[in-house]
């Protein structure tokens, strides 16, 4: 994806050190570091049920992040991420019932543990693709609710308990210490894939998604990284699994239905495909927006209780209605996403009153 920052003029980079900063001109690192320090103080300035809604959009964000490297940066598809963020909450949770590992360690172990398996379902990617690669991701996602249904050993057959972590014994068990580890482990994603971007690796992954004929043809192993990226994005969403395993201390084999892979989807088509900040502006689109239909039908409810009484008992059928009207004009009117329009919005102030 083309970079949408802008760099005043006399900004010279003169070494390959400076020219690989991680934000590419000053003021958008002390904005994301201005946005860092008002997420920190969020448990203490904001409620409950915002703490809430930060939390989840934490973890989302973090699996989308994960799905984004793998459609975004290589051009490839899985309608089955939601499996992989199952396995790696069921994974967190066994280690830590069974094993007693702590679950600040469980939780990046599940992680790898769903890498592993993202991989070998992701070994279909090195024949196939696009609508048959689609498929096989699909499969992947039945087999892996068949096998949470099935394994009595892994997941009891309908769900397990899972605890609240410590940390040198200090229990963090409500939302505005949990909103802590989960904006970690945002902070540590959102780096290591804006540092994978750059790496060699990244651009190897870019160069698959943008012409892999070209990319074979200059010694990039198509095989060796559609595989990575299979098991990098099964990382992320295993990690996003288990910190929402212990956030909500039950983990159930219904959840993680073909419904939450469109969702994953979803996200990363609204925030901007490829883009870091994206899949998390994505994530908080897609977390709020239920929030705001239900916001909007009590308020109809309210003023005319006859004319919109039939909303109240379809409010869930509303909610994925709303979802996928979202989608829908995303991909018509703004097809590289929220990230790119917040780029494009920055450009025109730094440029205004010009237009070039």
């Known amino acids: 994806m083309a970079s949408t920052a802008l760099r005043p003029c006399g900004d010279f980079r003169t070494t390959y050190k400076t ?13 994301a570091a201005a946005a860092l320090l008002v997420l920190i103080l969020a448990p203490v300035l904001a409620s409950s049920y915002v703490v809430n809604l930060l939390i989840l959009v934490g973890i989302s964000g973090i699996s989308a992040l994960g799905l984004n490297v793998l459609v975004g940066m290589t051009g490839q598809i899985s309608l089955g991420h939601a499996a992989f963020y199952g396995f ?8 830590a019932n069974n094993y007693g590992v702590p679950v600040l360690i469980a939780i990046p172990v599940a992680g790898v543990m769903t890498a592993i398996v993202g991989m070998i379902f992701g070994l279909p990617a090195a024949r196939i693709k696009g609508l048959y690669l689609a498929i096989a991701t699909l499969a992947s996602q039945f087999i892996l609710v068949d096998f949470f249904a099935r394994a009595t050993w892994f997941t009891n057959g309908y769900g397990v308990d899972a605890s609240k972590p410590e940390f040198f014994g200090i229990p963090l068990d409500t939302d505005e210490k949990y909103f802590y580890v989960v904006l970690a482990w945002a902070v540590i994603s959102m780096i290591a894939v804006a540092n994978l971007k750059r790496s060699r690796d990244g651009r190897a992954l870019v160069a698959v998604r943008d012409h892999y004929l070209s990319a074979e043809i200059m010694g990039i192993n198509l095989t060796k990284y559609r595989i990575l990226a299979f098991g990098i994005s099964s990382f992320f969403a295993g990690v996003a699994g288990a910190l929402y395993a212990h956030y909500i201390e039950f983990v ?12 994953f989807l979803a996200m990363i088509i609204i925030g901007g495909l490829g883009s870091v900040p994206g899949a998390f502006l994505g994530a908080m689109f897609i977390e709020l927006l239920p929030q705001l239909v239900q916001l909007i ?3 109809l409810i309210t003023i005319a209780p006859t004319v919109f009484g039939l909303i109240e008992n379809g409010k869930a059928y509303i909610e994925q209605i709303t979802v996928g009207t979202v989608i829908i004009l995303f991909l018509i009117f703004e097809p590289e996403g929220i990230a790119h329009r917040v780029g494009q919005t920055r450009k025109s102030i730094k440029l205004y009153p010009f237009s070039y």
Do not use: C, H, P, R
């Open 252 to 263: 159930s084999v219904e959840t993680f239905s073909i419904s939450l892979s469109i969702n």
């Open 88 to 95: 790696g909450a069921f994974s967190s949770a066994y280690l």
């Open 297 to 299: 039908s009590g308020f």
């Open 19 to 31: 020219d690989q900063y991680l934000f590419q001109t000053k003021m958008i690192g002390w904005t």
